[in-house]
């Protein structure tokens, strides 16, 4: 080995040396303090959902998963739109449940026209409760994605316009 | 010496420590302090001013840890500090370099004195002009602790309940499933609704609140001329959920009531999970806030949202030249998260990677966590003003938790969004998280004493006694796209997880919640969650319930 390469090498030992030191004096001082994390528990959790997710994805499995439209816990059976009646409190008609949603967002005039006249903006969401809003308090100074959001709804467009497309205009 | 969380063992001195000490007291430690060089990120190592490069007195060697002595003051390496303790009867005891810690020569081991770690503590404050008291600065927007704390609303709703527990046989059927276990129908891609009521439904003092008559509707109505109150809309679904009717129920008067709440708001048409959360808690803040003139500051809150899911954040922001750190406090209703990913393995406090195998890649909460307490350097393009340096300096940010909650709110930011591609995507990963949950690590005076060292210090004077240990009792999850996917809640209801998939309830195993994809968490203080399953048993319907009730 030539003498540069003997010389780096050397360094870097140092250094390596001098990081591992500095490692062990960090965590000797923890352990002495009675300061670390019960570490035996921490693994136990990994351990445990390592396992259930072996479990989960094994397709001889999938009993529970597929149970949804069959029968509950009550032993009640369910149509999967729910089916029960009421009286709309806008406008007074009967309407199923399982389509309350989309009437009522049609009756209080929340349709399609409505929402185009209304300025959407997530942070306007954010500024009002900016007392309370986790994205406003802690993130004037960092450069992190705004709202984290998840839609479930359909939706025509990408980005933050939320439209939602299940129902026709009137 | 410290109060509250968390508790140092005081680590007994060696012999050779306590000899030390009976003989030289605090003079060496005071001594050395002219010769402590502090860094802005919080590290101390021992420099000494008049020599170039220390050396070793035996060797003359500059590599490797050198050593020292506290008494005489000379600099040892290694492989010679023995010889100095067996040439100089008593010097036993010295500081290595590097890190300003102390070390034993004779028992070749690194030791601890609360009293050196205070003379430490007192440098870096010292090092900061203007701090005289030690304690850090406040920001301007430091909100007022909480003279009362939690416990006054726990208190108020337990005595309640108690008052009103009879044991009553439920002669319906069904009944040995827990009260309040009941499908929410789907109203129209309102799942995001169920989910987070079902959460709701079952966060301990929350429902205790409610159950126990916390919001009397008359009282309400008398108030205020404003019909709308999210609060009695609540108060309703909670009758109904309780009534012992097991048929699924339809929250259409909620989600009126909710929607012409949310009308003010930019975003009515919000069907994310997150969103209504955090809309509804402002809903029942906003009402109360109006009904009593209060001025709008929620650190004191004492509305039943912010009594419950209320904690403080605390923000530092140092500056990287001189170490000046302004502080800040911040109410907040829950804590969203970033998803740890494989480039940062989930560490635990000695900044050590957890099982570097097939776990490694893989996403943790305390992985998540971590990285939210994680000192983050902005950019040289965020050059933040320092107040000390009277100038903008690089900076640093660190968050921390100051106060929890009574039920901490977790949220995963599975959303990105991209100004420039101007394309959203969900973010599928996969993330574990523990059914117990120990916040100690995340609270401020961890983290802040970390930062410095984990030095045996007064670091958070007057911490509120909240434990920080945490059970998970809600988890709703998303699956699909961005476009069109589904939320799921699964509740922990006396240690048996139940899926609640709008209007089906279905008893699920606990290995089906751990592998599934969680989107908020919720997690309810410990002695709350287990004070919860034991009174559950006979908690009774209270005939008066089913006046408002269906």
Request: glycine share 6%.
């Given at each position: 080995?030539g ?14 040396d ?20 019960n ?16 479990r ?33 409190m ?5 309407i199923m449940?399982?389509?309350f ?20 903006s ?33 939706s025509s ?14 | ?10 680590p ?14 605090l ?12 860094a802005?990120?919080g ?11 220390p050396?070793c007195?035996?060797c ?14 000379s600099?040892s ?11 100089e009867?008593?010097?036993?005891v ?19 004195d ?5 003379a ?35 208190e ?18 069904k ?7 009941r ?112 001025n ?6 004492q ?48 900044n ?20 939210f ?18 100038e ?13 909650p ?14 420039v ?36 210090f ?9 434990s920080?240990?945490?059970e998970?009792?809600?988890a ?59 009174d ?15």
């Open positions: 080995m003498s540069h390469a003997q010389l780096s090498s050397q360094f870097f030992g140092d250094l390596l001098s990081i591992i030191v500095d490692v062990a004096s960090e965590c000797h001082r923890i352990a002495r303090l009675g300061l670390d994390r570490l035996e528990e921490e693994e136990e959790e990994l351990r445990l959902s390592a396992q259930a997710r072996v989960v994805a094994d397709p001889s499995n999938s009993g529970e998963a597929n149970s949804k439209y069959v029968v509950d816990i009550f032993g009640q059976t369910h149509p999967p739109v729910a089916n029960e009646i009421f009286d709309c806008n406008c007074g008609r009967s449940a399982g389509r949603a989309p009437h009522l967002e049609k009756c209080m005039g929340k349709g399609r026209k409505a929402r185009l006249k209304v300025t959407r997530s942070t306007a969401v954010q500024n009002r409760y900016s007392q309370g809003s986790p994205v406003s308090t802690y993130s004037p100074y960092s450069n992190s994605t705004s709202t984290s959001r998840l839609s479930n709804g359909t467009g990408a980005g933050e316009e939320y439209s939602n497309g299940t129902f026709q205009e009137p | 010496m410290t109060t509250g969380n968390p508790s140092y063992t005081n007994k001195p060696c012999k050779h420590l306590a000899d030390y000490k009976l003989n030289h007291g003079s060496g430690y005071k001594s050395l302090q002219k010769h402590l060089k502090t802005p990120h590290k101390t190592s021992v420099g000494k001013p008049s020599t170039k490069t050396r007195i035996s003359d060697g500059f590599q490797g840890r050198l050593y020292f002595c506290l008494i005489c003051s600099v390496c290694l492989d010679h500090n023995l010889l100095h303790t067996q040439s009867v008593g010097h036993d010295a500081v290595d370099i590097e890190r300003a810690e102390l070390y034993c020569c004779v028992c070749c081991d690194q030791v601890y609360p009293d050196f770690d205070k430490v503590m007192s440098k870096h404050i010292m090092g900061i002009t203007g701090d005289k008291n030690g304690d850090e600065s406040i920001g301007k927007r430091l909100v007022k602790r909480r003279r009362l704390g939690s416990g006054v609303v726990e108020l709703v337990d005595s309640k309940i108690s008052k009103q527990l009879i044991s009553m046989r439920d002669r319906r059927a009944s040995c499933y827990p009260l309040g276990l499908g929410l129908n789907n109203l129209g891609n309102t799942c995001f609704m169920n989910s987070v009521l079902q959460a709701l439904l079952h966060a301990p003092p929350f429902r205790n609140y409610f159950l126990s008559g916390g919001h009397n509707h008359e009282t309400c109505r008398k108030r205020s001329v404003d019909q709308l109150c999210l609060s009695c809309d609540i108060d309703v679904v909670f009758s109904a959920a309780f009534s012992g009717d097991r048929a699924p129920y339809s929250p259409a008067q909620f989600l009126y009531s909710w929607w012409q709440h949310s009308a003010n708001l930019a975003s009515y048409e919000q069907k994310d999970a997150h969103e209504f959360f955090i809309s509804v808690l402002d809903g029942i803040h906003e009402k109360e806030v109006k009904s009593r003139n209060q709008r500051d929620n650190g004191d809150c509305c039943i949202a912010h009594g419950v899911f209320s904690g403080l954040l605390r923000s530092d922001v140092t500056c990287m030249t001189c170490g000046f750190t302004s502080t800040t406090f911040d109410p907040c209703v829950d804590i969203s998260l970033d998803l740890d990913t494989s480039n940062f393995p989930p560490k635990n406090t000695a050590k990677s957890i099982k570097p195998d097939a776990n490694s890649s893989m996403s943790t909460l305390l992985g998540c966590l971590d990285l307490t994680r000192q983050e350097k902005l950019g040289s393009d965020s050059k933040l003003y320092c107040q000390n340096c009277q903008r300096q690089d900076s640093a940010k660190q968050m921390s938790i100051k106060r929890l009574l039920v901490l709110c977790l949220h995963i930011k599975r959303f990105e969004h991209s100004p591609t101007k394309m959203s995507r969900k973010i599928d990963r996969y993330l574990q998280f523990p059914l117990s949950l120990d916040m100690t690590p995340y609270l401020s005076s961890s983290v802040v004493r970390n930062r410095f060292g984990n030095r045996i007064a670091f958070e004077s007057g911490e509120s006694d909240i920080a240990e945490f998970i009792f809600a709703v999850t998303h699956a699909g796209t961005l476009e069109s996917g589904h939320y799921v809640n699964f509740l922990r209801l006396r240690n048996q997880w139940y899926k609640c998939d709008d209007a089906w309830i279905n008893e699920v195993d606990e290995g089906m919640v751990r592998a599934s994809q969680c989107y908020m968490m919720f997690y309810v203080q410990k002695s709350l969650y287990q004070k919860a399953n034991e559950w048993s006979h908690l009774p319907i209270s005939p008066r319930r089913n006046m408002f009730g269906q």
